[in-house]
Nanobody
């Protein structure tokens, strides 16, 4: 049974930092692309950052230079370090795991990040 469990969300002021984490189980973690998506009320879910099984990363333009995705394969963990947070970063952040880019993959339950101005 595949499980992705996010943690680390919360309330932070504009300009602050936060790190969200995702613990994966039930998959061969090192073989999976891992990603963070987010969805704000009334908006579509969007890709924030992705890291390949080889460690290559890509980011949404809106977060480049501010957010960093990383993974720890022995611990089956993926992280998203978020710096210089803005009110528009307020969303539910979801962890995603997929074997191939074209797969839907698996989703976590999400963690709320709220940036107050």
């Amino acid at each position: 049974q595949v499980q992705l469990v996010e943690s680390g969300g919360g309330l932070v002021q504009v300009g602050g930092s936060l790190r969200v984490s995702c613990a994966a189980s039930g998959i061969i973690f090192s073989e999976y692309y891992m990603a963070w998506y987010r969805q704000a009320p009334g908006k579509q879910r969007e890709l924030v950052a992705r890291i390949s099984n080889g460690g290559s990363t890509n980011y949404a333009d809106s977060v480049k230079g501010r957010f960093t995705i990383s993974r720890d394969n022995p611990k089956n963990m993926v992280y998203l370090q978020m710096n210089s947070l803005k009110p528009e970063d307020t969303s539910i952040y979801y962890c995603n795991a997929r074997r191939r880019i074209i797969d839907m993959g698996y989703w976590g339950q999400g963690t709320q990040v709220t940036v107050s101005s």
